[in-house]
């Protein structure tokens, strides 16, 4: 019986040291706070963002926050105006440098001097560099 008792004993030790084992592996080593875990007393603990204390900021009035958004309102009405009328006077010179080149080219082909070649002889005995000088026009087309 002695025995019995002896080997209960040594089972019921083995087994409570098995669960105090258990427990401290369940928990973590407690660190303490000024002490990293690595053991490097020179790195010291990031307060970057923990260290920003945020507020909820002062509260407007609805009678202020309609005042602004009329006010918001108002400067883009007016900056779309200003950008519109940039837009149509950028549509206008457009315009009218179309128009002037068009002007341009009307008047210099009316300004032309052109000589009628009805031989058509005349043509087979030019050498090359004086055909590629010579170049064909409507002259029937007659404009105002």
Not at 35 to 62: A, C, Y
Not at 108 to 114: A, D, L, N
């Amino acid at each position: 019986m002695p025995e019995n008792k002896i080997r209960e004993n040594t089972k019921l030790q083995i087994s409570s040291k098995k669960n105090n084992l258990n427990k401290s592996s369940d928990k973590p080593e407690v660190i303490p706070k000024g002490k990293p875990k690595s053991g490097r007393f020179w790195k010291k603990e990031k307060t970057k963002f923990s260290s920003i204390i945020k507020t909820k900021g002062i509260r407007v009035s609805f009678e202020k926050k309609q005042a602004l958004r009329q006010q918001l309102k108002h400067i883009k009405e007016a900056s779309n105006a200003i950008k519109t009328a940039k837009e149509e006077e950028k549509q206008l010179r457009k315009e009218r440098r179309r128009e002037n080149l068009k002007r341009q080219e009307e008047n210099r082909k009316k300004s032309e001097v052109v000589q009628v070649i009805t031989n058509t002889k005349k043509l087979k005995k030019m050498r090359k560099k004086h055909l590629r000088t010579i170049e064909k026009r409507d002259t029937t087309v007659v404009s105002n």
